[in-house]
Nanobody, 121 residues
Framework: QVQLVESGGGLVQAGGSLRLSCAAS????????RAWFRQAPGKEREFVGT????????QYADSVKGRFTISRDNAKNTVYLQMNSLKPEDTAVYYC??????????????WGQGTQVTVSS
């Protein structure tokens, strides 16, 4: 049973933009918090951003503040990650997650399969 499906990844030049989407279904769609994490080759998975259902709580990793924007459309059960001014170090597999608490740890109940983002220099 698929719960979270990411889309929108791809190859972009440094300085460019991409928008990731994550559509939820089933129990994942009822979760309060949605988040984005990423994992680069040879590195541990790291927090990118999180948003509560109401949008009141929004947090970002310091590395993406001012460049990335997380948003959600509850009617569509979809969360977005707008990524601007991309850098080669943003290259990673990006994962969507859903859980009850909008936190920065990876304690989320549901995870997507990931979408690759590659930023060329």
């Amino acid at each position: 049973q698929v719960q979270l499906v990411e889309s929108g990844g791809g190859l972009v030049q440094a300085g460019g933009s991409l928008r990731l989407s994550c559509a939820a279904s089933g129990r994942a769609s009822g979760m309060n918090a949605r988040a984005w994490f990423r994992q680069a080759p040879g590195k541990e998975r790291e927090f990118v951003g999180t948003i509560s259902r109401s949008g009141v709580i929004i947090q970002y990793a310091d590395s993406v503040k001012g460049r990335f924007t997380i948003s959600r459309d509850n009617a569509k059960n979809t969360v977005y990650l707008q990524m601007n001014s991309l850098k080669p170090e943003d290259t990673a597999v990006y994962y969507c997650a859903a859980g009850w608490v909008a936190g920065q740890t990876d304690e989320y109940a549901y995870w997507g399969q990931g979408t690759q983002v590659t930023v060329s220099s």
